[in-house]
T-cell receptor
Framework: AQSVTQLGSHVSVSEGALVLLRCNYS??????LFWYVQYPNQGLQLLLK??????LVKGINGFEAEFKKSETSFHLTKPSAHMSDAAEYFC???????????FGQGTTLQVKP | SAVISQKPSRDICQRGTSLTIQCQVD?????MFWYRQQPGQSLTLIAT?????????ESGFVIDKFPISRPNLTFSTLTVSNLSPEDSSIYLC????????????????FGSGTQLSVL
């Protein structure tokens, strides 16, 4: 069965600094991977997804993630943090048998001025 | 895309009562999903609701505690019954991209959630 682990429930960076949110997965088959963002008092919004093809995936708001099969990772990065990036971020893997999404526990990103 | 209206956005309920959460979508969708997000934890799928059939519940969730209705392709309700403080969570409605379901739920849209607090 698939599972997702997000390392670090809380990450704090300074404005303009690199953002790195870690996600590792376990899957017996090539996974489909997702990053969602949840801004305060809002629903989840898809940031980016990896299905097939290029392993470096670009998403909205300057975020990108790289699928590394050898490391079973799908870390989310952004070169320069903005105050508006403060939110909770969820990594998810799709169960290819059922089509259901399995979420990690989430990482809260704090951006300091 | 899909626009999801979920209500109430928050509620405070007494132990032993029930809360019904509504989810309205601006497009017809086959599958709707209900998730729970407990404090400090990840999203957990409660059940999948297909129009015209009974909801399919995940392990650990039962119909008596979380009855679901799906009367048509744009609407669903989730009831959390016999509330206890442990039910205090955010409950989220989710739908697949109505533009066309893929085999792997490539894109889900989420409502803004219902924050439930049980006293």
């Amino acid at each position: 069965a698939q599972s997702v682990t997000q390392l670090g429930s809380h990450v704090s960076v300074s404005e303009g600094a690199l953002v790195l949110l870690r996600c590792n997965y376990s899957s017996s088959v090539p996974p489909y991977l997702f990053w969602y963002v949840q801004y305060p008092n809002q629903g989840l919004q898809l940031l980016l997804k990896y299905t097939t093809g290029a392993t470096l995936v670009k998403g909205i708001n300057g975020f990108e993630a790289e699928f590394k099969k050898s490391e079973t990772s799908f870390h989310l990065t952004k070169p320069s943090a903005h105050m508006s990036d403060a939110a909770e971020y969820f990594c998810a893997v799709s169960d290819l048998n059922t089509g259901k999404l399995i979420f990690g526990q989430g990482t809260t990103l704090q951006v300091k001025p | 895309s899909a626009v999801i209206s979920q209500k109430p956005s928050r509620d405070i309920c007494q132990r032993g009562t029930s809360l019904t959460i509504q989810c309205q979508v601006d497009s017809q969708v086959t599958m709707m999903f209900w998730y729970r997000q407990q404090p400090g934890q990840s999203l957990t799928l409660i059940a999948t609701a297909n129009q015209g059939s009974e909801a399919t519940y995940e392990s650990g969730f039962v119909i008596d505690k979380f009855p679901i209705s799906r009367p048509n392709l744009t609407f669903s309700t989730l009831t959390v019954s016999n509330l206890s403080p442990e039910d205090s969570s955010i409950y989220l409605c989710s739908v697949e991209d109505p533009g066309g379901r893929t085999a792997t739920n490539e894109k889900l849209f989420f409502g803004s959630g219902t924050q439930l607090s049980v006293l």
